[in-house]
């Protein structure tokens, strides 16, 4: 007789998608917006916990480099480019594709997610769902002066 180890359960079932549409439509559903935006929040706050804080005052460089490791250890297929002005995080596959499609508002949260994470200004430069090959986040140090953000 043979027996599955538990490891080998949680490898066996992966069908999380549906789930977490169902969930983020229920939670969208929901009807009193207060409630509905600390749901969100508390979402958020727990995405910012998985990825983990960055050293705060390290260079940007540095810190999009440590969310990188942080999210390929989560099993994301990111890079940093570093070959423009600002440096960009991007996804070569969109971690979320499935539930963006039914609902765009899931970049926003994650955008918010790399935001507080990297403790700068970060924007959606690019997405999957409006065809592009990748999700690119553009990040700009907001300890660093508009005028100089290029320069880095």
Same mark, same amino acid.
């Given at each position: 007789m043979y027996r599955v180890t538990q490891p080998g359960?949680?490898?066996?079932?992966?069908n999380y998608a549906e789930f977490a549409q169902i969930l983020w439509r229920e939670m969208n559903n929901i009807e009193e917006p207060s409630v509905r935006a600390r749901v969100v929040s508390r979402i958020e706050d727990a995405l910012v916990e998985q990825v983990?804080?960055? %050293?705060? @005052?390290?260079?940007?460089?540095?810190?999009?480099?440590?969310?990188?490791? %942080?999210? @390929?250890?989560r099993g994301f297929q990111v890079e940093i480019d570093k070959s423009g002005p600002l440096p960009i995080l991007r996804e070569n596959s969109c971690p979320y594709y499935e539930l963006a499609s039914a609902d765009p508002a899931i970049c926003e949260l994650e955008q918010a997610v790399f935001r507080r994470v990297l403790g700068a200004e970060v924007k959606l430069t690019h997405c999957c769902l409006d065809g592009h090959h990748c999700c690119e986040f553009e990040a700009v140090d907001q300890q660093m002066p508009a005028a100089t953000a290029g320069r880095t």
């Open positions: 359960l949680c490898e066996l079932g992966d983990g804080k960055v %050293a705060p @005052r390290a260079p940007l460089a540095d810190r999009m480099s440590e969310i990188t490791s %942080a999210l @390929r250890e």
